[in-house]
């Protein structure tokens, strides 16, 4: 039998065994290797769906369990220092994520998230999406996981982590169990981090092509988050939650402008879509207190192609139904169901929603870093240990250089910056250069150059970095705040923001812990 005909049996014999209640349970839990999710009510938020006869599809959640009885894994991590990979549990049946054991697995190096497991015994676990009509920039196309430390988050008064999506990365499933196909209905909920999106396409969670290609109007229902114009918009700048219905980003019946539609950015946005035979409706509130508001609910659009739908039940996270792959976005928790759930279900799920305390967590740091202060940073790396961070005097291009008592005025300024609060995000940092009042260090296409800010949040977010310890244990390493798996690192005396064992020269893993570590020194130029 060869392995795609062995991969079909499997998943017809999935699919009959979850017909069959408890053992159907048993079998899923074995499937998906985890424990079984439990069917019966209960206060979560898939046991509340459940009670209300659209029981959850897919369950993908980093932060918590939900199910009530739900003990295996929420994801795994991989580690760069030797590619081991860990799942990661919950702290008890129905709890939430053990942060710790990922501290714990990750400390010393960095780590990716590889696997967000389907909590609904299904087997509709999120990986690392393949090309499609675009692709990604890892190798063979595929798109980039993300950092498994970039999006830390309290929740239920327990450290957990959220999925931060940076441009290029992305998550997958065209070979699904159970999810809405055709024009049968579902509904789906995201909880998402309101302050992080841009207009880039697209950000989304839900339903999709299973060829990753764009099939047409009305193959893909998903959650969009985020402020692009170029399909629909709603009411003031975004971002808005809409409907992704390929070819179209709807926000209410029209094609382009649904004023109803309102902007939401709530730090944690509960955003739901749901469609059935010519209705859906988009609702949404803040995951940290209230109820929903319904921004529209009604017939399709009055665009040809989307009644009926054409769905094809692949499952997306951050990306377009093409693989398109510019956006941005915080995932923390989130499901797809069977059916067209009620108000009163989906008003269910966000009082458990709100109930367990979202709240931020620490995404900055200064590392002790005194704001105004000058400093001079010098590499750790046994081969470099006289070189500094600083920037070429007759271009833009940031390099590592010897300095010593005896350089010159010049290039001593050149190795001294001035720490300033970090442009995009004031609990991080800055760097002004010493000699050149009003130009700061930022990456552009991952290579540190010195540029003037143009007053651009894209600029802002190039030229601020979030301090830790080093990760060497010497001194400081810095991640970019919008790449946060990526660290200011020099390679062959040029500097980059580098991810660990990425797809480009400068993200080689040999000797990455010593090169992304920084001493902090004596400013050259006081």
Same mark, same amino acid.
């Given at each position: ?12 014999? &999935? ?6 209640? *408890?053992? *159907? ?6 499937? *998906? ?22 029981? !959850? ?6 932060? &918590? ?66 090309? +499609? ?68 396409? !697209?950000?989304?969670? +839900? ?43 709807? $926000? ?7 004023? +109803? ?42 665009? /040809? ?21 510019? %956006? ?19 008003? %269910? ?34 081969? !470099?240990? +006289? ?17 010593? /008592? /005896? ?19 004031? %609990? ?5 250069? %010493? ?75 040999? $000797?990455? *812990? ?13």
């Amino acid at each position: 039998m060869s392995v795609l005909a062995k991969i079909r049996v499997r998943r017809r014999l &999935r699919s009959l065994a979850l017909a069959f209640g *408890a053992t *159907a349970a048993l079998v899923a839990g074995v499937l *998906a290797g985890t424990s079984p999710a439990s069917q019966a009510a209960g206060s979560l938020p898939c046991d509340i769906y459940q009670s209300g006869g659209t029981p !959850c599809v897919a369950a993908h959640s980093t932060t &918590r369990a939900l199910y009530g009885s739900y003990n295996g894994s929420l994801y795994q991590v991989r580690r760069a220092s030797d590619n081991a990979t860990q799942n990661i549990g919950v702290l008890s049946a129905g709890g939430y994520a053990n942060a710790a054991a990922q501290d714990s697995f990750c400390s010393g190096t960095t780590c990716v998230i590889t696997v967000i497991y389907d909590q609904s015994g299904r087997g509709n676990n999120l990986t690392q999406a393949p090309p +499609g009509g675009f692709n990604g920039p890892a190798s063979g196309g595929y798109d980039n996981l993300a950092s498994a430390t970039a999006a830390p988050v309290t929740v239920g008064g327990h450290k957990a982590y959220g999925v931060f999506v940076a441009p290029g990365t992305g998550y997958r499933d065209n070979h699904t169990s159970g999810v809405a196909t055709g024009d049968n209905p579902e509904g789906m909920y995201a909880v998402l981090d309101g302050t992080h999106y841009n207009g880039g396409c !697209c950000f989304d969670y +839900g339903n999709a092509e299973t060829d990753s290609h764009d099939d047409g109007n009305g193959t893909m229902e998903a959650i969009y988050f985020g402020n692009i114009k170029v399909w629909g918009y709603g009411s003031g700048n975004g971002p808005w939650i809409m409907a992704d219905l390929e070819n179209g980003l709807f $926000s209410g019946v029209n094609q382009h402008l649904n004023s +109803g539609d309102p902007t939401v950015n709530y730090r944690f946005t509960t955003a739901l879509i749901k469609g059935g035979a010519n209705q859906w409706a988009i609702r949404g509130g803040n995951a940290q207190s209230g109820s929903l508001s319904t921004f529209y609910s009604g017939v399709r659009p009055n665009v /040809s192609g989307y009644n009926p739908m054409k769905k094809q039940g692949a499952i997306i996270l951050g990306i377009g139904g093409d693989n398109s792959v510019g %956006a941005q976005g915080t995932f923390y928790e989130g499901v797809m169901t069977s059916g067209y759930p009620s108000d009163a279900t989906e008003n %269910a799920v966000q009082s458990n929603i709100t109930s367990v305390g979202y709240t931020a967590g620490s995404t900055g740091g200064t590392g002790g870093l005194t704001v105004g202060a000058r400093t001079s940073l010098r590499a750790t790396t046994s081969c !470099c240990t +006289g070189d500094y961070l600083k920037h070429d005097d007759s271009d833009a291009n940031v390099v590592i250089a010897g300095v010593t /008592s /005896s350089s010159s005025a010049t290039d001593k300024g050149d190795a001294t910056w001035i720490v300033r609060a970090g442009l995009a995000n004031s %609990a991080c940092v800055s760097f002004e250069s %010493a000699n050149k009042s009003g130009q700061y260090l930022r990456h552009q296409n991952f290579k540190l150059q010195l540029a003037t800010s143009d007053g651009s949040d894209l600029f802002k977010q190039d030229a601020t970095f979030c301090a830790q310890s080093g990760m060497n244990g010497q001194g400081l390493s810095f991640p970019s705040v919008n790449y946060p798996d990526h660290y200011i690192r020099h390679y062959d005396y040029t500097v980059y923001v580098a991810a660990n064992g990425g797809s480009n020269a400068w993200d080689s893993s040999t $000797s990455f *812990a010593d090169d992304v570590s920084w001493a902090v020194a004596s400013p050259w130029a006081p």
